[in-house]
T-cell receptor, first 116, second 112 residues
Framework: EAGVAQSPRYKIIEKRQSVAFWCNPISGHATLYWYQQILGQGPKLLIQFQNNGVVDDSQLPKDRFSAERLKGVDSTLKIQPAKLEDSAVYLC??????????????FGPGTRLTVL | KQEVTQIPAALSVPEGENLVLNCSFTDSAIYNLQWFRQDPGKGLTSLLLIQSSQREQTSGRLNASLDKSSGRSTLYIAASQPGDSATYLCAVRVNYGQNFVFGPGTRLSVLP
């Protein structure tokens, strides 16, 4: 079974530029998550999708971050404009069912963003 | 608001030692707790998932315990190996259908 795919793996941009990340979850997984992991910290949820609908985006900085999952499969996360403090690893995860208590999350390798 | 802490932040041990990693959470009303491993530059790999009704889970040399009432979980690694070197994260699932709240991790180095 193929895992969660993410691209690019690394990205270096200057502040105020825009950047987009792509995620393809495990086939058949209804729920998709985007996390931000700053160096030395645990991942923090940015947004959670159930199919193509948003379940939780309470910690997404909506003035500069946006995400979509139009067909309920793959997803993109965009930052516009980027700030220095956005430097982090952006992790995508998926799980088969949102309402299953025992569902696990499966993570992709992440995209390491450096903002100069 | 649920907060998760992990002690120690970093740990270095010689190969072959048994070791314990600690995870604490402030709200005992959790649905489950999951331990992950993260290698440098990589994503997270799930190690063990403990349901709120369970006390422990075992997988190979790993054993995770859960004490909901005290807000604690431990990950026991037996006979550590250099390949166990990684950051270990615990995460608690607070509510039905919601995402995990992660701890900051413990960075483990096993010296040959």
């Amino acid at each position: 079974e193929a895992g969660v795919a993410q691209s690019p793996r690394y990205k270096i941009i200057e502040k105020r530029q825009s950047v987009a990340f792509w995620c393809n979850p495990i086939s058949g997984h209804a729920t998709l998550y985007w996390y931000q992991q700053i160096l030395g910290q645990g991942p923090k949820l940015l947004i959670q999708f159930q199919n193509n609908g948003v379940v939780d985006d309470s910690q997404l900085p909506k003035d500069r971050f946006s995400a979509e999952r139009l067909k309920g499969v793959d997803s993109t996360l965009k930052i516009q404009p980027a700030k220095l403090e956005d430097s982090a690893v952006y992790l995508c995860a998926s799980s088969p069912l949102r309402l299953a208590v025992n569902n696990e999350q499966f993570f992709g390798p992440g995209t390491r963003l450096t903002v100069l | 608001k649920q907060e998760v802490t992990q002690i120690p932040a970093a740990l270095s041990v010689p190969e072959g030692e048994n070791l314990v990693l600690n995870c604490s959470f402030t709200d005992s009303a959790i649905y489950n707790l999951q331990w992950f491993r993260q290698d440098p530059g990589k994503g997270l790999t799930s190690l063990l998932l403990i349901q709120s009704s369970q006390r422990e889970q075992t997988s190979g040399r790993l054993n995770a315990s859960l004490d909901k009432s005290s807000g604690r979980s431990t990950l026991y690694i037996a006979a550590s190996q250099p390949g166990d070197s990684a950051t270990y994260l615990c995460a608690v699932r607070v509510n039905y259908g919601q995402n995990f709240v992660f701890g900051p991790g413990t960075r483990l180095s096993v010296l040959p």
